[in-house]
Protein backbone atom coordinates (compact mmCIF):
# COMPACT_ATOMS: atom_id res chain seq x y z
CA UNK A 1 0.00 0.00 0.00
CA UNK A 2 1.16 3.56 -0.74
CA UNK A 3 1.58 5.96 2.10
CA UNK A 4 -0.04 9.12 2.71
CA UNK A 5 2.72 12.06 1.69
CA UNK A 6 2.49 15.55 2.16
CA UNK A 7 1.09 16.03 -1.38
CA UNK A 8 -1.76 14.07 -0.60
CA UNK A 9 -2.64 16.56 2.35
CA UNK A 10 -2.04 19.49 -0.13
CA UNK A 11 -4.35 17.79 -2.64
CA UNK A 12 -7.88 18.10 -3.62
CA UNK A 13 -9.21 14.43 -4.74
CA UNK A 14 -11.73 14.15 -6.80
CA UNK A 15 -13.42 11.14 -4.71
CA UNK A 16 -12.21 9.14 -1.72
CA UNK A 17 -13.74 5.94 -0.73
CA UNK A 18 -13.62 5.35 2.99
CA UNK A 19 -14.01 2.33 5.85
CA UNK A 20 -14.24 -0.89 3.00
CA UNK A 21 -12.33 -3.89 2.27
CA UNK A 22 -9.94 -3.47 -1.09
CA UNK A 23 -10.37 -7.20 -2.51
CA UNK A 24 -8.16 -7.42 -4.92
CA UNK A 25 -6.90 -11.04 -7.54
CA UNK A 26 -4.15 -11.49 -4.50
CA UNK A 27 -4.49 -9.09 -1.48
CA UNK A 28 -7.47 -8.19 0.83
CA UNK A 29 -6.74 -5.19 2.95
CA UNK A 30 -8.65 -2.25 4.57
CA UNK A 31 -7.93 0.78 2.84
CA UNK A 32 -8.96 4.44 1.85
CA UNK A 33 -8.99 4.96 -1.97
CA UNK A 34 -7.95 8.39 -3.12
CA UNK A 35 -9.56 8.90 -7.27
CA UNK A 36 -8.08 12.12 -9.26
CA UNK A 37 -8.48 12.61 -12.99
CA UNK A 38 -10.07 8.94 -13.84
CA UNK A 39 -7.11 7.26 -11.78
CA UNK A 40 -6.57 5.42 -8.70
CA UNK A 41 -4.15 8.27 -6.87
CA UNK A 42 -3.27 6.99 -3.64
CA UNK A 43 -4.74 3.95 -1.55
CA UNK A 44 -4.10 4.77 2.61
CA UNK A 45 -5.54 4.41 5.87
CA UNK A 46 -6.51 7.80 6.48
CA UNK A 47 -6.37 11.01 4.19
CA UNK A 48 -6.69 14.43 5.47
CA UNK A 49 -7.42 16.25 3.16
CA UNK A 50 -10.55 17.52 1.09
CA UNK A 51 -12.56 15.42 -1.85
CA UNK A 52 -15.15 16.92 -4.06
CA UNK A 53 -17.14 13.52 -3.24
CA UNK A 54 -16.33 11.37 0.18
CA UNK A 55 -18.42 7.68 -0.07
CA UNK A 56 -18.59 5.48 3.01
CA UNK A 57 -18.02 2.24 2.03
CA UNK A 58 -18.48 0.41 5.80
CA UNK A 59 -19.45 -3.06 5.30
CA UNK A 60 -18.81 -3.37 1.86
CA UNK A 61 -16.13 -4.53 -0.96
CA UNK A 62 -13.90 -2.14 -3.16
CA UNK A 63 -13.70 -4.43 -5.87
CA UNK A 64 -11.99 -4.03 -9.68
CA UNK A 65 -14.85 -2.93 -12.05
CA UNK A 66 -15.72 -6.30 -13.86
CA UNK A 67 -14.88 -6.31 -17.23
CA UNK A 68 -17.02 -8.65 -19.85
CA UNK A 69 -14.97 -9.51 -22.47
CA UNK A 70 -17.77 -11.51 -24.18
CA UNK A 71 -20.95 -9.43 -25.99
CA UNK A 72 -22.70 -8.72 -28.71
CA UNK A 73 -24.14 -5.31 -28.28
CA UNK A 74 -26.41 -4.60 -31.82
CA UNK A 75 -25.45 -7.57 -33.20
CA UNK A 76 -27.64 -8.17 -36.48
CA UNK A 77 -28.73 -12.54 -36.48
CA UNK A 78 -31.53 -14.56 -37.89
CA UNK A 79 -32.92 -11.82 -39.70
CA UNK A 80 -33.21 -9.55 -36.20
CA UNK A 81 -30.95 -7.51 -34.17
CA UNK A 82 -29.64 -8.33 -30.28
CA UNK A 83 -31.82 -5.83 -27.93
CA UNK A 84 -29.64 -3.84 -25.97
CA UNK A 85 -28.03 -0.74 -27.67
CA UNK A 86 -24.48 0.20 -26.88
CA UNK A 87 -25.93 2.63 -24.29
CA UNK A 88 -28.66 0.29 -22.72
CA UNK A 89 -26.29 -2.33 -22.29
CA UNK A 90 -23.61 -0.21 -21.10
CA UNK A 91 -26.09 1.09 -18.56
CA UNK A 92 -26.95 -2.42 -17.25
CA UNK A 93 -23.23 -3.31 -17.31
CA UNK A 94 -22.14 -0.46 -14.91
CA UNK A 95 -25.34 -1.65 -12.76
CA UNK A 96 -23.92 -4.88 -12.06
CA UNK A 97 -20.63 -3.36 -11.61
CA UNK A 98 -19.11 -4.34 -14.54
CA UNK A 99 -16.87 -0.90 -15.86
CA UNK A 100 -15.30 -2.31 -19.34
CA UNK A 101 -16.66 -4.74 -22.00
CA UNK A 102 -15.14 -6.25 -25.14
CA UNK A 103 -17.93 -6.84 -28.12
CA UNK A 104 -17.57 -8.74 -31.28
CA UNK A 105 -17.17 -6.89 -33.76
CA UNK A 106 -18.87 -8.79 -37.12
CA UNK A 107 -17.03 -8.68 -39.84
CA UNK A 108 -19.30 -8.61 -43.50
CA UNK A 109 -18.90 -10.51 -46.15
CA UNK A 110 -16.40 -8.60 -48.29
CA UNK A 111 -15.74 -5.81 -46.07
CA UNK A 112 -12.19 -5.05 -44.65
CA UNK A 113 -11.32 -5.74 -41.07
CA UNK A 114 -11.14 -1.59 -41.13
CA UNK A 115 -14.39 -1.40 -42.64
CA UNK A 116 -15.95 -3.38 -40.36
CA UNK A 117 -14.11 -1.73 -37.14
CA UNK A 118 -15.62 1.35 -38.62
CA UNK A 119 -19.08 0.16 -38.54
CA UNK A 120 -18.86 -1.17 -35.01
CA UNK A 121 -17.14 2.32 -33.60
CA UNK A 122 -20.46 4.33 -35.45
CA UNK A 123 -22.57 2.33 -32.73
CA UNK A 124 -20.56 2.46 -29.69
CA UNK A 125 -18.78 5.80 -30.29
CA UNK A 126 -20.21 8.86 -28.07
CA UNK A 127 -23.28 6.19 -26.53
CA UNK A 128 -21.42 3.48 -24.15
CA UNK A 129 -21.75 5.03 -20.87
CA UNK A 130 -18.82 2.78 -19.68
CA UNK A 131 -15.20 1.75 -21.73
CA UNK A 132 -15.35 -0.72 -24.30
CA UNK A 133 -13.39 -2.41 -26.78
CA UNK A 134 -13.57 -4.55 -29.95
CA UNK A 135 -13.12 -8.08 -30.82
CA UNK A 136 -12.94 -8.94 -34.75
CA UNK A 137 -15.13 -11.80 -35.22
CA UNK A 138 -13.80 -12.59 -38.79
CA UNK A 139 -16.41 -14.26 -40.88
CA UNK A 140 -14.70 -14.02 -44.92
CA UNK A 141 -10.97 -14.83 -44.19
CA UNK A 142 -9.38 -14.34 -47.02
CA UNK A 143 -5.57 -14.11 -48.03
CA UNK A 144 -6.14 -10.22 -47.97
CA UNK A 145 -7.64 -10.28 -44.42
CA UNK A 146 -5.13 -12.30 -43.21
CA UNK A 147 -2.07 -9.44 -44.65
CA UNK A 148 -4.61 -7.09 -42.58
CA UNK A 149 -4.29 -8.76 -39.09
CA UNK A 150 -1.12 -7.26 -38.05
CA UNK A 151 -1.64 -3.39 -38.62
CA UNK A 152 -5.35 -4.03 -37.42
CA UNK A 153 -3.11 -5.42 -33.69
CA UNK A 154 -1.09 -2.52 -34.35
CA UNK A 155 -4.03 -0.04 -33.72
CA UNK A 156 -5.53 -1.71 -30.60
CA UNK A 157 -7.60 -4.81 -31.52
CA UNK A 158 -5.15 -7.78 -31.08
CA UNK A 159 -7.81 -10.39 -30.66
CA UNK A 160 -9.93 -12.43 -33.72
CA UNK A 161 -12.58 -14.61 -33.31
CA UNK A 162 -12.88 -17.55 -36.13
CA UNK A 163 -15.66 -20.02 -36.01
CA UNK A 164 -15.28 -23.48 -36.72
CA UNK A 165 -19.05 -24.29 -37.11
CA UNK A 166 -21.91 -22.25 -38.83
CA UNK A 167 -21.74 -22.64 -42.95
CA UNK A 168 -20.72 -19.28 -44.58
CA UNK A 169 -18.98 -18.18 -40.69
CA UNK A 170 -16.62 -21.13 -40.35
CA UNK A 171 -12.95 -21.72 -41.58
CA UNK A 172 -11.06 -24.15 -43.02
CA UNK A 173 -8.57 -25.70 -40.26
CA UNK A 174 -6.09 -24.90 -42.81
CA UNK A 175 -6.83 -21.25 -42.26
CA UNK A 176 -7.40 -21.34 -38.76
CA UNK A 177 -3.43 -22.61 -38.94
CA UNK A 178 -2.46 -19.29 -40.89
CA UNK A 179 -4.13 -16.64 -38.33
CA UNK A 180 -2.47 -18.59 -34.94
CA UNK A 181 0.96 -18.13 -37.21
CA UNK A 182 -0.16 -14.23 -37.70
CA UNK A 183 -1.31 -14.14 -34.35
CA UNK A 184 1.41 -15.21 -33.27
CA UNK A 185 3.92 -13.31 -34.89
CA UNK A 186 2.73 -10.17 -34.17
CA UNK A 187 1.26 -10.08 -30.42
CA UNK A 188 -2.15 -11.11 -31.16
CA UNK A 189 -4.58 -13.60 -30.15
CA UNK A 190 -7.07 -15.81 -31.84
CA UNK A 191 -10.57 -16.75 -30.16
CA UNK A 192 -12.58 -19.41 -31.12
CA UNK A 193 -16.39 -20.90 -31.36
CA UNK A 194 -15.56 -24.65 -31.11
CA UNK A 195 -18.24 -26.67 -32.17
CA UNK A 196 -18.01 -29.73 -35.04
CA UNK A 197 -20.11 -28.07 -37.87
CA UNK A 198 -20.70 -31.83 -39.66
CA UNK A 199 -21.94 -33.36 -36.40
CA UNK A 200 -24.33 -30.23 -35.65
CA UNK A 201 -25.62 -29.75 -39.50
CA UNK A 202 -26.25 -33.44 -38.95
CA UNK A 203 -27.99 -33.53 -36.21
CA UNK A 204 -30.24 -30.87 -36.90
CA UNK A 205 -31.11 -32.36 -40.24
CA UNK A 206 -32.37 -35.71 -38.71
CA UNK A 207 -34.00 -34.25 -35.74
CA UNK A 208 -36.52 -31.87 -38.05
CA UNK A 209 -37.06 -34.71 -40.50
CA UNK A 210 -38.25 -36.73 -37.42
CA UNK A 211 -40.58 -33.29 -36.72
CA UNK A 212 -38.54 -32.58 -33.57
CA UNK A 213 -39.15 -28.55 -33.64
CA UNK A 214 -39.29 -28.04 -29.78
CA UNK A 215 -36.45 -25.75 -28.06
CA UNK A 216 -34.96 -28.78 -26.50
CA UNK A 217 -34.03 -29.98 -29.36
CA UNK A 218 -31.46 -27.37 -30.12
CA UNK A 219 -29.68 -28.80 -27.00
CA UNK A 220 -29.86 -32.19 -28.68
CA UNK A 221 -28.30 -31.05 -32.08
CA UNK A 222 -25.14 -29.26 -30.43
CA UNK A 223 -24.15 -32.42 -28.11
CA UNK A 224 -21.25 -31.62 -25.47
CA UNK A 225 -18.86 -34.29 -27.78
CA UNK A 226 -19.78 -31.74 -30.95
CA UNK A 227 -18.26 -29.21 -28.42
CA UNK A 228 -15.34 -31.47 -27.10
CA UNK A 229 -14.28 -32.51 -30.61
CA UNK A 230 -14.28 -29.00 -31.70
CA UNK A 231 -12.10 -27.45 -28.85
CA UNK A 232 -9.63 -30.40 -28.67
CA UNK A 233 -9.32 -30.13 -32.39
CA UNK A 234 -8.47 -26.10 -32.03
CA UNK A 235 -6.20 -26.67 -28.85
CA UNK A 236 -3.93 -29.18 -31.49
CA UNK A 237 -3.77 -26.62 -34.04
CA UNK A 238 -2.26 -24.39 -31.53
CA UNK A 239 0.05 -26.74 -30.15
CA UNK A 240 1.65 -27.40 -33.91
CA UNK A 241 1.68 -23.62 -34.54
CA UNK A 242 2.45 -22.70 -31.03
CA UNK A 243 -0.17 -19.79 -31.47
CA UNK A 244 -1.66 -18.03 -28.52
CA UNK A 245 -5.75 -19.69 -28.14
CA UNK A 246 -8.25 -18.25 -26.46
CA UNK A 247 -11.92 -20.93 -26.17
CA UNK A 248 -14.76 -18.45 -25.97
CA UNK A 249 -17.97 -19.85 -23.69
CA UNK A 250 -16.90 -23.34 -22.90
CA UNK A 251 -20.09 -25.42 -21.37
CA UNK A 252 -18.70 -28.81 -20.49
CA UNK A 253 -16.49 -31.52 -19.22
CA UNK A 254 -15.68 -32.59 -23.14
CA UNK A 255 -13.91 -29.31 -23.73
CA UNK A 256 -12.51 -28.96 -20.44
CA UNK A 257 -10.37 -32.18 -20.21
CA UNK A 258 -9.11 -31.12 -24.02
CA UNK A 259 -7.94 -27.64 -22.44
CA UNK A 260 -6.21 -29.10 -19.27
CA UNK A 261 -4.54 -31.18 -21.84
CA UNK A 262 -3.29 -28.66 -24.42
CA UNK A 263 -2.46 -26.46 -21.48
CA UNK A 264 -0.42 -29.29 -19.70
CA UNK A 265 2.03 -29.72 -23.13
CA UNK A 266 2.64 -26.11 -22.88
CA UNK A 267 0.17 -24.77 -25.37
CA UNK A 268 -0.61 -20.81 -24.93
CA UNK A 269 -4.32 -22.10 -24.48
CA UNK A 270 -6.63 -20.05 -22.47
CA UNK A 271 -10.42 -20.53 -21.87
CA UNK A 272 -13.97 -18.62 -20.57
CA UNK A 273 -17.12 -20.33 -19.36
CA UNK A 274 -20.20 -18.46 -18.37
CA UNK A 275 -22.59 -17.92 -15.15
CA UNK A 276 -26.00 -20.00 -17.92
CA UNK A 277 -23.54 -22.76 -17.93
CA UNK A 278 -22.37 -22.60 -13.94
CA UNK A 279 -26.36 -22.44 -13.06
CA UNK A 280 -28.28 -23.35 -15.64
CA UNK A 281 -28.95 -26.71 -17.41
CA UNK A 282 -30.89 -28.70 -19.70
CA UNK A 283 -33.39 -28.75 -17.56
CA UNK A 284 -34.46 -24.89 -18.12
CA UNK A 285 -35.41 -26.60 -21.99
CA UNK A 286 -37.91 -28.46 -20.76
CA UNK A 287 -40.07 -25.34 -19.13
CA UNK A 288 -43.85 -25.54 -20.74
CA UNK A 289 -45.47 -22.86 -23.18
CA UNK A 290 -42.47 -22.38 -25.15
CA UNK A 291 -40.31 -21.02 -22.58
CA UNK A 292 -37.45 -23.27 -23.60
CA UNK A 293 -36.57 -20.41 -26.23
CA UNK A 294 -35.34 -18.45 -23.56
CA UNK A 295 -32.46 -20.78 -23.00
CA UNK A 296 -31.77 -21.21 -27.12
CA UNK A 297 -27.52 -20.05 -26.87
CA UNK A 298 -24.89 -21.47 -28.30
CA UNK A 299 -23.50 -23.62 -27.32
CA UNK A 300 -26.54 -24.61 -25.20
CA UNK A 301 -26.97 -25.53 -21.81
CA UNK A 302 -25.81 -28.63 -20.83
CA UNK A 303 -26.48 -31.73 -18.34
CA UNK A 304 -26.42 -30.22 -14.52
CA UNK A 305 -23.45 -32.66 -13.92
CA UNK A 306 -21.02 -30.70 -16.09
CA UNK A 307 -20.89 -27.56 -13.34
CA UNK A 308 -18.91 -28.93 -10.76
CA UNK A 309 -15.89 -29.40 -12.82
CA UNK A 310 -16.25 -26.29 -14.59
CA UNK A 311 -16.69 -24.67 -10.78
CA UNK A 312 -13.15 -26.70 -9.93
CA UNK A 313 -11.61 -25.27 -12.96
CA UNK A 314 -12.41 -22.07 -11.98
CA UNK A 315 -10.65 -22.54 -8.63
CA UNK A 316 -7.78 -24.27 -9.42
CA UNK A 317 -6.67 -22.20 -12.50
CA UNK A 318 -7.73 -24.55 -15.42
CA UNK A 319 -10.13 -21.81 -16.84
CA UNK A 320 -9.10 -18.20 -16.64
CA UNK A 321 -12.44 -16.00 -17.09
CA UNK A 322 -16.00 -16.02 -16.45
CA UNK A 323 -17.76 -13.59 -19.66
CA UNK A 324 -21.48 -13.57 -20.09
CA UNK A 325 -21.61 -13.89 -24.09
CA UNK A 326 -24.79 -11.61 -23.21
CA UNK A 327 -26.77 -11.48 -26.50
CA UNK A 328 -30.51 -10.63 -25.63
CA UNK A 329 -33.15 -11.16 -27.91
CA UNK A 330 -36.73 -10.59 -26.43
CA UNK A 331 -39.34 -13.65 -25.45
CA UNK A 332 -41.77 -11.72 -27.49
CA UNK A 333 -41.68 -11.26 -31.38
CA UNK A 334 -37.80 -12.08 -31.11
CA UNK A 335 -37.49 -15.40 -29.98
CA UNK A 336 -41.21 -16.66 -30.46
CA UNK A 337 -39.58 -16.88 -34.47
CA UNK A 338 -39.07 -20.26 -34.04
CA UNK A 339 -42.01 -21.37 -32.29
CA UNK A 340 -42.13 -23.90 -35.10
CA UNK A 341 -38.65 -24.70 -35.60
CA UNK A 342 -35.99 -24.50 -33.25
CA UNK A 343 -33.32 -23.59 -35.81
CA UNK A 344 -35.06 -20.02 -35.98
CA UNK A 345 -35.05 -18.95 -32.83
CA UNK A 346 -32.54 -16.11 -32.02
CA UNK A 347 -29.23 -17.72 -30.05
CA UNK A 348 -28.35 -15.75 -27.26
CA UNK A 349 -29.31 -14.44 -23.64
CA UNK A 350 -29.02 -11.64 -21.43
CA UNK A 351 -26.50 -11.74 -18.52
CA UNK A 352 -24.08 -8.84 -18.52
CA UNK A 353 -25.75 -7.07 -15.22
CA UNK A 354 -26.05 -9.78 -13.04
CA UNK A 355 -23.00 -11.35 -13.71
CA UNK A 356 -20.76 -9.88 -10.57
CA UNK A 357 -23.52 -11.21 -8.35
CA UNK A 358 -23.31 -14.70 -9.66
CA UNK A 359 -20.51 -15.04 -9.01
CA UNK A 360 -20.05 -14.01 -5.63
CA UNK A 361 -22.93 -16.45 -5.16
CA UNK A 362 -19.94 -18.99 -5.82
CA UNK A 363 -17.74 -17.38 -3.30
CA UNK A 364 -20.32 -17.61 -0.30
CA UNK A 365 -20.99 -21.32 -1.63
CA UNK A 366 -17.08 -22.35 -0.80
CA UNK A 367 -16.39 -23.05 -4.68
CA UNK A 368 -13.70 -20.40 -4.50
CA UNK A 369 -12.45 -17.13 -3.11
CA UNK A 370 -13.21 -13.61 -3.33
CA UNK A 371 -9.81 -13.10 -4.52
CA UNK A 372 -10.41 -15.88 -7.70
CA UNK A 373 -13.52 -14.26 -7.98
CA UNK A 374 -12.00 -10.98 -8.75
CA UNK A 375 -9.31 -12.60 -10.70
CA UNK A 376 -11.48 -14.33 -13.22
CA UNK A 377 -13.98 -11.66 -13.26
CA UNK A 378 -11.84 -8.46 -13.68
CA UNK A 379 -7.79 -9.41 -13.51
CA UNK A 380 -7.13 -12.09 -15.68
CA UNK A 381 -9.74 -10.76 -18.54
CA UNK A 382 -7.72 -7.56 -18.22
CA UNK A 383 -4.42 -9.69 -18.68
CA UNK A 384 -5.31 -11.62 -21.29
CA UNK A 385 -7.12 -9.19 -23.27
CA UNK A 386 -4.27 -6.29 -23.52
CA UNK A 387 -5.60 -4.10 -20.73
CA UNK A 388 -2.92 -5.00 -18.03
CA UNK A 389 -2.61 -2.66 -15.22
CA UNK A 390 -4.32 -0.08 -16.78
CA UNK A 391 -7.60 -2.13 -15.69
CA UNK A 392 -8.50 -4.77 -13.71
CA UNK A 393 -6.71 -4.02 -10.33
CA UNK A 394 -6.78 -1.37 -7.64
CA UNK A 395 -3.46 0.57 -8.01
CA UNK A 396 -1.99 4.10 -7.53
CA UNK A 397 -1.39 4.68 -11.37
CA UNK A 398 -4.48 1.89 -12.46
CA UNK A 399 -8.28 3.36 -14.06
CA UNK A 400 -10.46 4.47 -11.42
CA UNK A 401 -13.04 1.35 -12.34
CA UNK A 402 -14.73 0.35 -9.27
CA UNK A 403 -17.18 -1.81 -7.94
CA UNK A 404 -18.35 -1.22 -5.01
CA UNK A 405 -20.12 -4.50 -3.45
CA UNK A 406 -22.67 -4.96 -0.75
CA UNK A 407 -22.52 -8.50 0.91
CA UNK A 408 -25.38 -7.92 2.61
CA UNK A 409 -27.89 -6.99 -0.11
CA UNK A 410 -28.91 -10.59 -0.15
CA UNK A 411 -32.32 -11.56 -2.78
CA UNK A 412 -33.45 -13.00 -5.73
CA UNK A 413 -32.64 -12.12 -8.99
CA UNK A 414 -35.94 -10.86 -10.62
CA UNK A 415 -36.23 -9.00 -14.26
CA UNK A 416 -38.41 -5.94 -13.21
CA UNK A 417 -34.94 -4.68 -10.98
CA UNK A 418 -32.73 -5.34 -14.18
CA UNK A 419 -31.96 -2.83 -16.70
CA UNK A 420 -30.98 -5.08 -19.66
CA UNK A 421 -33.34 -3.93 -22.57
CA UNK A 422 -35.06 -7.32 -22.63
CA UNK A 423 -38.31 -9.00 -21.46
CA UNK A 424 -37.00 -11.79 -19.47
CA UNK A 425 -33.64 -12.74 -17.52
CA UNK A 426 -32.29 -16.54 -17.69
CA UNK A 427 -31.70 -15.64 -13.63
CA UNK A 428 -35.11 -15.11 -12.87
CA UNK A 429 -35.19 -16.36 -8.48
CA UNK A 430 -31.81 -17.19 -8.71
CA UNK A 431 -30.95 -15.89 -4.66
CA UNK A 432 -27.70 -14.10 -4.55
CA UNK A 433 -26.41 -13.21 -1.67
CA UNK A 434 -25.08 -9.64 -2.59
CA UNK A 435 -24.81 -7.07 -5.25
CA UNK A 436 -22.97 -4.36 -6.37
CA UNK A 437 -24.27 -0.80 -4.84
CA UNK A 438 -22.03 1.89 -6.83
CA UNK A 439 -19.75 1.99 -9.68
CA UNK A 440 -17.30 4.22 -10.65
CA UNK A 441 -16.02 4.19 -14.06
CA UNK A 442 -12.59 6.34 -15.12
CA UNK A 443 -13.30 7.80 -12.19
CA UNK A 444 -16.94 8.91 -13.13
CA UNK A 445 -19.64 7.95 -10.30
CA UNK A 446 -21.95 6.56 -12.48
CA UNK A 447 -24.33 4.57 -10.14
CA UNK A 448 -25.21 5.39 -6.65
CA UNK A 449 -26.49 3.58 -4.18
CA UNK A 450 -28.47 1.35 -7.58
CA UNK A 451 -29.42 4.15 -9.35
CA UNK A 452 -27.81 5.61 -12.26
CA UNK A 453 -26.13 8.69 -12.72
CA UNK A 454 -23.97 8.17 -15.41
CA UNK A 455 -24.28 10.43 -18.68
CA UNK A 456 -24.48 8.78 -22.55
CA UNK A 457 -21.21 8.45 -24.42
CA UNK A 458 -18.70 9.04 -21.79
CA UNK A 459 -17.07 5.49 -22.08
CA UNK A 460 -13.59 5.71 -23.95
CA UNK A 461 -12.93 3.21 -26.38
CA UNK A 462 -9.65 1.01 -24.85
CA UNK A 463 -6.71 1.02 -26.85
CA UNK A 464 -5.49 -2.61 -26.09
CA UNK A 465 -2.04 -3.96 -25.80
CA UNK A 466 -0.40 -7.59 -26.10
CA UNK A 467 -2.46 -9.99 -24.73
CA UNK A 468 -0.69 -11.90 -21.49
CA UNK A 469 -0.66 -15.48 -21.89
CA UNK A 470 -1.88 -17.24 -18.18
Not at 230 to 243: E, F, N, P, S
Request: net charge negative.
Amino acid sequence: MSQVSKKDFEMTYDIILTGGLVVTASDTFKADVAIKDGCIAALGEKFNTDAVKTIDCSGKYILPGGIDVHTHMEMPFGGTTSKDTFETGSIAAAHGGTTSIVDFCIQGKGQSLRESLDGWHAKADGKSCIDYAFHVAVTDMTDEVLCEMPEIIKQGYPSFKLFMVYDGLRVSDGTFLKALKVARDNGGLVCVHAENNDIVVNNIGELLAEGKTAPKYHAASRPPLAEGEATGRACKLARITDGPLYVVHLTCSDSLEEVVRARKAGASVMAETCPQYLYLSTENYEEPNFNGAKYVMSPPLRPAENQAPLWNALKNGDLQTVATDHCPFDFKGQKEMGKDDFTKIPNGAPGVEPRMSLLYKGVVEGRYSLNKMVEVASTNPAKIMGMYPQKGTIAPGADADICIFDPEKSGPINHAELHENVDYTTYEGIDVPGRPVSTISGGRLVVENQKWIGEKGKGHFIKRGTPIIL
